[in-house]
Structure formats: C-alpha cells, structure tokens
C-alpha cells in the first residue's frame, strides 16, 4: 500500500478565487488520479495524472478549470480555478502501484465555495 | 444507465448481525473488483479486493464476484458498530491507467 497526505485538510473560498490542493506520497508511484466526491455522491474521476506527461480529464472536467503538475513521482498538486460554490466537494488524489489494479486514496481535501 | 449500480441505504442492522452488500454492473470487460470502506471525513479505505469470479474471505469480511451474473457482494458477519461507514464498490477492467468505476456507495450503521 502507500500513505498519502493532502494539504489542506479544509477550506472555505470566495467565489472567483482559486485553490491549489497537495498530494504526497511516501514512495513513488507512476499513477496519480484526482477525484471529487460531492456532498452524499459517489467518487467521480477528474483525471489522470502521470510523471512526465500531461494529465488526462475526463469528460466534462478541463484543464483551464482543474490544472494538474506532476513534477516528480511522489508529488501532485491540483487547483480548482475560478471557483464557483458549485465547486464545493470534497477533492480526492489517489495512487495507483506497479502492475496492481486497486488504487490508495488519501483524506481528501474539504472544500466550501461562498 | 449507470455502469455500477448500488443501492445507497441507507441500511441500519443491529450489532451481530450479517451484513449484505452488493452491486450490479453492465460492462463485461470488468475484471478486478474492489471494496473501499469510507468512514465519514475521512478518505475511502481499500478493504478488499478479488480478480475474476470467486470468493475471497479476509477475517469478518467475504467478498464475492459473480461475473455470469455481473453480481458482486460485501458480507460483514457478527458487524460491529465500527463497520458503520459507507461501503463503495468499485471495478475496472484492467491495464495501464485502467479506469475504476464507483457504485454511489452503500450507508451503513451498526447500531449496538
């Protein structure tokens, strides 16, 4: 398994601003996914974030809104720009390990858009 | 129609009882079957996880794959009011940056 952290735990925003949200894990891993989780919703992908390459966002999720980094192997970070209170959802990063399948989720990062 | 269908509870069992968990799914290229446990404000928790059909038992915990069916289970036996979370399926059908597909997860209390 892996541990993973996520920086902040919590926030509450204005509306128009944006947030930067931290992933970091203790070994390094080639797959980094970021999810969102709305209030009494399940896990939705936002997407997929590989070392060395541009992320992949599904549908209906876009760059200019969610950019991802992925500087290195055990680092990610996400921002939520232009935020609206629509954007309020618990974010999510989680790992995927070499050659496995099941994917290790960090705490999530609680965020409230006013 | 969605991909993973669960039905979302909310389930409420008293302390002792058997737990039944399960979710159906439409896409047959589903191969690898996972069970997170999510306890509230907190991260989902991976607590088991099957490959193909068959049965896998870790303590109080069984899971099952039926993939004639597209049928998979979660039994909880002799559920604590610690098991009380959301329960989330979740199942993907493999490879490089293989896509899990979430049910909308199950909420369960352990009432003692």
């Known amino acids: 398994s892996a541990v993973i952290s996520q920086k902040p735990s919590r926030d509450i925003c204005q509306r128009g601003t944006s947030l930067t949200i931290q992933c970091q894990v203790d070994s390094q891993v080639t797959m980094m996914f970021w999810y969102r989780q709305q209030p009494g919703q399940s896990l939705t992908l936002i997407a997929t974030a590989n070392q060395g390459s541009e992320a992949t966002y599904e549908s209906g999720f876009v760059i200019d809104k969610f950019p991802i980094s992925r500087p290195n192997l055990t680092f990610s970070t996400l921002t939520v720009s232009n935020m609206s209170p629509e954007d309020s959802s618990i974010y999510l990063c989680?790992?995927?390990?070499?050659?496995?399948?099941?994917?290790?989720f960090g705490p999530g990062t609680r965020l409230t858009v006013t | 129609q969605k991909e993973v269908e669960q039905d979302p509870g909310p389930l409420s069992v008293p302390e002792g009882a058997i737990v039944s968990l399960n979710c159906t799914y439409s896409?047959?290229?589903?191969?690898?079957f996972m069970w997170y446990r999510q306890y509230s404000r907190k991260g989902p928790e991976l607590l088991m996880y099957?490959?193909?059909?068959g049965n896998k038992e870790d303590g109080r915990f069984t899971a099952q794959v039926d993939k004639s069916s597209k049928y998979i289970s979660l039994f909880i036996r002799d559920s604590q009011p610690s098991d009380s979370a959301t329960y989330l399926c979740?199942?993907?059908?493999?490879?490089?940056?293989?896509?899990?597909?979430f049910g909308q997860g199950t909420e369960l209390s352990v009432k003692p």
């Open positions: 099957t490959y193909s059909s």
């Open positions: 989680s790992v995927g390990l070499a050659g496995a399948q099941e994917q290790y």
């Open positions: 896409n047959s290229a589903f191969q690898y």
């Open positions: 979740a199942m993907t059908s493999g490879g490089q940056g293989g896509k899990l597909i």
